[in-house]
């Protein structure tokens, strides 16, 4: 049974970085897509962007060109960067991941569509 844990979350200031871990166990990442979401209290869960067996790349237009998804093949690890961050970007990150070797359509608006997810890691932004 795949497992996913998130790390990485933390406080930082107005303009600075982070990066999420997201760690995969008992599969490995090449058999599914995998993406990023957010929630902060009172809001919907987002999307922030995908990848895929192929490294094919997603992102929502509210990251694209601040926050890059990335892969690491030997620690199974799937990441978030995340720069020029703002209080706006404040909140619970999660992992997500469901079975399939591409995920090239609108699956950030499909957080349903993911059957395995991390337990969230926070993120808080101070101005």
């Known amino acids: 049974q795949l497992q996913l844990a998130e790390s990485g979350g933390g406080s930082v200031q107005y303009g600075g970085s982070l990066r999420l871990s997201c760690t995969f166990s008992g599969d490995s990442y090449r058999q599914y897509c995998t993406a990023w979401f957010r929630q902060a209290p009172g809001r919907e869960r987002e999307g922030l962007g995908t990848?895929?067996?192929?490294?094919?790349?997603k992102y929502a237009d509210s990251v694209k060109g601040r926050f890059t998804v990335s892969r690491h093949n030997i620690e199974n690890t799937v990441y978030l960067q995340m720069d020029n961050l703002r209080p706006e970007d404040s909140a619970m990150y999660y992992c997500?991941?469901?079975?399939?070797?591409?995920?090239?359509?609108?699956?950030?608006?499909?957080?349903?569509?993911?059957?395995?997810w991390g337990q969230g890691t926070q993120v808080t932004v101070s101005s």
């Open positions: 997500a991941a469901f079975r399939a070797y591409y995920c090239l359509g609108s699956w950030l608006s499909r957080p349903d569509a993911f059957h395995f």
């Open positions: 990848i895929d067996s192929d490294g094919n790349l």
